[in-house]
């Protein structure tokens, strides 16, 4: 160990973190000493922020061990904090240790260090905080593999006397982790009175066995896992996982034992929603699951005492509910009960509502006309045109902005003609410029051409926003079909090379009008995958022909967004390259998502048209 005042032996300015030099360290370090707890916390704060920093550690960070060491020994706060900050350091999997890069890796240092001061750490094992030694656990854990005989016995006696007597159960229980890391685990953890004991050992093992779970693994993690960790305590272990983390992922690994337990879990009351929460993270990992998924989300409906869990639970089923071809009567019923209550959940029961085609839906969203809520009827609902669109004209005429404009003129695209209805509030926002690009865009959907509109189009084209230019070159080629207007918009911002990708997708309309800018294009097919996949969607719908445009789309379909964007472009050509097959049939027929969809931001799950897709161009040979 180290004390402050031999930290101006170290070289820290010749040595860097996450931020450049380290010249910082030192007054850092100082700063652990400090009687303000507040300064404390600062310093560990930024110490997490450049010795390590999002799973990396650097040059600095070794040297910086055993000055923490020493202080937590003697700084005065937060020692279960310094603690952590040394296991975090150390974290590294088993068998980076076999690799080639191992030796002279500034992780390898760091655990060699703390490797040297462990011995006198080791009293902290016994400390009267309950929290110190739970974290002085997880530091032995980090390097644990990597102990000369000597340190590996001491550390094997100290664990064994925290597994068999420690007054805190929850330290026996991560005693035990430690034991197993050190190839002693007890025989009979699996039976012990503590739950606690009983839920680690299950973990460990369900670890070692992988999916399927045995029955016993299962009965464990069901009956001693659905309480969240007792005092809000989850210390995690090295990697940032706790334990509750752990077994939602081993959980959602196995969804037929998942959805089991998680039934369970519900069923005793969805304790910390920790049922609810593994359920949707299986619906997210797993394709196909969603009748199963449903089932469990509505029975976890009435368990939940908290708005905010109850709004975010009926958001998710509203996220899933339209992958079944009829949802049941019952369930639409329950959302209908909570869709006419007077509270914040109600809308986003509404939604799910919506989402599952009842026919009760757009009168109820006439009584709540959120945009948000408004589009996904007109998706949902396009027959209800007559209902929905005077609601769209008048906020759109109350001068609806930002996202609420944007969502609700993009509702008009599902009306077909009927959207004319609406033109004088669309050209009211091209001239406010309030949803500005949607509303470009849809005037050239409408197809009617005025003297105001055109007018109002060709100003747009001067805007100081690229992507309303873009629009409105697009809008004003549909109307007028005058193509020099557009081409001149277009060369401008093709040539100034900034958002290139979103201008090529703005051709669209213009089809083969717009080869005179093919010299700009086609350089452009070698650029990065957004933008060469955009240049090929161009390239083929100016020229029609797919020659150029299939390799490289073909070189870019994968479980991305930009793959799934080159995966419609190949669809809707038609073709596609022998040598894909076996990429396409990965996409088609796994078990699993390939594509995660947080945002939500379409139509439907992502990952669900990136296996349609797919499977429609697999179906073409």
Same mark, same amino acid.
Request: aromatic residues 4%; glycine residues 8%; charged residues 25%.
């Given at each position: !160990?180290?004390?402050?005042?031999?930290?101006?032996?170290?070289?820290?300015?010749?040595?860097?973190?996450?931020?450049?030099?380290?010249?910082?360290? =030192?007054?850092?370090?100082?700063?652990?000493?400090?009687?303000?707890?507040?300064?404390?916390? /600062?310093a #560990?704060?930024?110490?997490?922020?450049? $010795?390590?920093?999002?799973?990396?550690?650097?040059p600095?960070?070794? =040297?910086?061990v055993?000055?923490?060491a020493?202080?937590?020994?003697?700084?005065?706060?937060?020692?279960?904090?310094?603690? !952590?900050?040394?296991?975090?350091?150390?974290?590294?999997?088993?068998?980076?240790?076999?690799?080639?890069?191992?030796?002279g890796?500034?992780?390898?240092?760091?655990?060699?260090?703390?490797?040297?001061?462990?011995?006198?750490?080791?009293?902290?094992?016994?400390d009267?905080?309950?929290?110190?030694?739970?974290?002085?656990?997880?530091?032995?854990?980090?390097?644990?593999?990597?102990?000369?005989?000597?340190?590996?016995?001491?550390?094997?006696?100290?664990?064994?006397?925290?597994?068999?007597?420690?007054?805190?159960?929850? %330290?026996?229980?991560?005693? @035990?982790?430690?034991?197993?890391?050190?190839?002693?685990?007890p025989?009979?953890? +699996?039976?012990?009175?503590?739950?606690? #004991?009983?839920?680690?050992?299950?973990?460990?093992?369900?670890?070692?066995?992988?999916?399927?779970?045995?029955?016993r693994? &299962?009965?464990?993690?069901?009956?001693?896992?659905?309480?969240?960790?007792?005092?809000?305590?989850?210390?995690?272990?090295?990697?940032?996982?706790?334990?509750?983390?752990?077994?939602?992922?081993?959980?959602?690994?196995?969804?037929?034992?998942?959805?089991?337990?998680?039934?369970?879990? #519900?069923?005793?009351?969805?304790?910390?929603?920790?049922?609810?929460?593994?359920?949707?993270?299986?619906?997210?990992?797993?394709?196909?699951?969603?009748?199963?998924?449903?089932?469990?989300?509505?029975?976890?409906?009435?368990?939940?005492?908290?708005?905010?869990?109850?709004?975010?639970? *009926?958001?998710?089923?509203?996220d899933?509910?339209e992958?079944?071809?009829?949802?049941?009567?019952?369930?639409?019923?329950t +959302?209908?009960?909570?869709?006419?209550?007077?509270?914040?959940?109600?809308?986003?029961?509404?939604?799910?509502?919506?989402?599952?085609?009842?026919?009760?839906?757009?009168?109820?969203?006439?009584?709540?006309?959120?945009?948000?809520?408004?589009?996904?009827?007109?998706?949902?609902?396009?027959?209800?045109?007559?209902? @929905?669109?005077?609601?769209?004209?008048?906020? @759109?005429?109350? /001068?609806?902005? /930002?996202?609420?404009?944007?969502?609700? %003129?993009?509702?008009?695209?599902?009306? /077909?003609?009927?959207?004319?209805?609406?033109?004088p509030?669309?050209?009211?926002?091209?001239?406010?410029?309030?949803?500005?690009?949607?509303?470009?865009?849809?005037?050239?959907?409408?197809?009617?051409?005025?003297?105001? $509109?055109?007018?109002?189009?060709?100003?747009a !084209?001067q805007?100081?926003?690229?992507?309303?230019?873009?629009?409105?070159?697009?809008?004003?080629?549909?109307?007028?079909?005058?193509?020099d207007?557009?081409?001149?918009a277009?060369?401008?911002?093709?040539?100034?090379r900034?958002?290139?990708?979103?201008?090529?997708?703005? &051709?669209?309309?213009?089809?083969?009008?717009?080869?005179?800018?093919?010299?700009? $294009?086609?350089p452009l097919?070698?650029?990065?995958?957004?933008?060469?996949?955009?240049?090929?969607?161009?390239?083929?719908?100016?020229?029609?022909?797919?020659?150029?445009?299939?390799?490289v &789309?073909?070189?870019?379909?994968?479980?991305?967004?930009?793959?799934?964007?080159?995966?419609?472009?190949?669809?809707? #050509?038609?073709?596609?390259?022998?040598?894909l097959?076996?990429? *396409?049939?990965?996409?088609?027929?796994?078990?699993?998502?390939?594509?995660?969809?947080?945002?939500r931001?379409?139509?439907?799950?992502?990952?669900?048209?990136?296996?349609?897709?797919?499977?429609? @161009?697999?179906? &073409?040979?």
């Open positions: !160990m180290k004390p402050p005042a031999e930290l101006d032996r170290v070289p820290w300015s010749e040595l860097t973190h996450a931020y450049g030099s380290a010249e910082d360290v =030192p007054e850092l370090i100082k700063a652990l000493y400090d009687t303000d707890e507040e300064t404390v916390d /600062g #560990i704060y930024e110490l997490y922020g450049n $010795i390590h920093h999002q799973g990396s550690v650097y600095a960070s070794a =040297p910086a055993p000055f923490l020493h202080a937590v020994l003697h700084a005065p706060h937060k020692r279960a904090d310094l603690l !952590m900050l040394l296991a975090t350091l150390a974290d590294h999997q088993p068998d980076d240790v076999d690799s080639p890069h191992w030796d890796s500034s992780v390898a240092a760091i655990c060699a260090g703390l490797g040297t001061e462990l011995p006198e750490l080791l009293p902290c094992l016994h009267a905080e309950r929290d110190v030694r739970r974290a002085a656990l997880r530091v032995a854990a980090a390097v644990a593999g990597l102990l000369p005989e000597e340190h590996h016995r001491a550390l094997l006696e100290h664990a064994t006397t925290l597994h068999t007597t420690d007054r805190a159960p929850a %330290v026996r229980a991560d005693a @035990l982790v430690v034991l197993t890391r050190l190839g002693q685990e025989a009979a953890a +699996l039976d012990s009175p503590l739950p606690e #004991i009983r839920l680690a050992a299950a973990l460990l093992a369900a670890e070692r066995s992988g999916p399927p779970y045995p029955s693994l &299962l009965d464990v993690l069901a009956q001693d896992g659905a309480e969240p960790d007792p005092g809000d305590d989850a210390f995690p272990w090295p990697g940032d996982t706790t334990q509750e983390q752990q077994l939602t992922r081993l959980l959602t690994d196995d969804p037929d034992a998942g959805l089991a337990v998680a039934a369970r879990w #519900i069923a005793a009351g969805d304790l910390g929603s920790r049922g609810s929460w593994l359920v949707r993270g299986i619906a997210e990992t797993w394709r196909d699951r969603e009748p199963e998924v449903l089932e469990l989300l509505s029975a976890a409906l009435p368990q939940q005492r908290d708005p905010d869990a109850l709004g975010g639970l *009926l958001r998710t089923i509203g899933w509910i992958h079944l071809p009829e949802p049941s009567a019952d369930l639409r019923d +959302l209908h009960r909570y869709a006419t209550a007077d509270d914040e959940p109600a809308e986003h029961a509404l939604r799910a509502l919506v989402r599952s085609r009842d026919r009760r839906a757009p009168a109820l969203v006439l009584l709540r006309p959120g945009a948000g809520l408004i589009a996904a009827a007109a998706l949902h609902f396009p027959a209800a045109a007559d209902q @929905l669109i005077p609601v769209i004209r008048r906020r @759109l005429a109350a /001068g609806a902005t /930002g996202n609420d404009g944007i969502a609700l %003129v993009g509702a008009l695209r599902q009306f /077909g003609s009927a959207a004319r209805a609406a033109e509030e669309l050209v009211g926002c091209l001239r406010d410029e309030r949803a500005a690009i949607v509303a470009a865009r849809q005037l050239g959907l409408n197809g009617r051409a005025t003297e105001e $509109i055109t007018d109002l189009l060709a100003q !084209m805007s100081a926003d690229l992507s309303l230019r873009a629009a409105a070159a697009a809008a004003h080629y549909q109307l007028t079909r005058d193509a207007p557009a081409l001149r277009f060369e401008g911002l093709l040539s100034a900034g958002q290139t990708h979103w201008y090529l997708s703005g &051709l669209r309309p213009l089809g083969s009008a717009a080869a005179p800018l093919l010299p700009l $294009i086609e097919l070698e650029a990065g995958e957004w933008t060469r996949t955009a240049a090929a969607e161009a390239v083929y719908r100016i020229t029609g022909s797919p020659d150029r445009a299939v390799p &789309l073909a070189g870019v379909v994968g479980p991305t967004p930009v793959g799934l964007q080159a995966l419609r472009a190949l669809t809707e #050509i038609g073709r596609f390259p022998e040598e097959r076996p990429t *396409l049939r990965g996409l088609a027929f796994s078990p699993l998502r390939r594509l995660t969809d947080q945002l931001s379409g139509p439907t799950h992502q990952d669900e048209e990136l296996r349609g897709l797919a499977r429609t @161009l697999l179906a &073409l040979s």
